[in-house]
């Protein structure tokens, strides 16, 4: 599967974006799907995830309140709903989908083995 993420940007404090993934190739149906950040000069680090069919999302603490993942099936599209923007959530945003991953797992951005190109966020006043 193919992916590519689009909506990042410049925002200020406390603003919004979104951020869709969309798949080529094949469908999302049986992968477990997420976003990831990389911010400059730091490791890759998790931001919320879910399994496509069952739809339980789990997120990193730092995102709590303030990120929504989604699914559209019908466009077969990821989406991140970015609300109440901090400073320090500028980073490059990554989706990754992969199949096989375990509920404990969906966090572990080893577990993925598919990712789109990065999106980036930049959250500046």
């Known amino acids: 599967v193919q992916l590519q993420a689009s909506g990042g940007g410049l925002v200020q404090p406390g603003g919004s974006l979104r951020l869709s993934c969309a798949a080529s190739?094949?469908?999302?149906?049986?992968?477990?799907v997420g976003w990831f950040r990389q911010a400059p000069g730091k490791e890759r680090e998790p931001v919320a995830a879910?399994?496509?069919?069952?739809?339980?999302?789990v997120y990193a603490d730092s995102v709590k309140g303030r990120f929504t993942i989604s699914r559209d099936f019908a466009g077969n599209t990821l989406s991140l709903q970015m609300n109440s923007l901090k400073p320090e959530d500028t980073a490059i945003y990554y989706c990754?989908?992969?199949?096989?991953?375990?509920?404990?797992?969906?966090?572990?951005?080893?577990?993925?083995?598919?990712w789109g190109q990065g999106t980036l966020v930049t959250v500046s006043s």
């Open positions: 190739g094949r469908t999302f149906r049986g992968y477990a």
């Open positions: 879910m399994k496509w069919s069952g739809g339980h999302a």
């Open positions: 990754a989908a992969d199949t096989g991953v375990i509920t404990s797992n969906l966090l572990n951005p080893g577990a993925y083995d598919y």
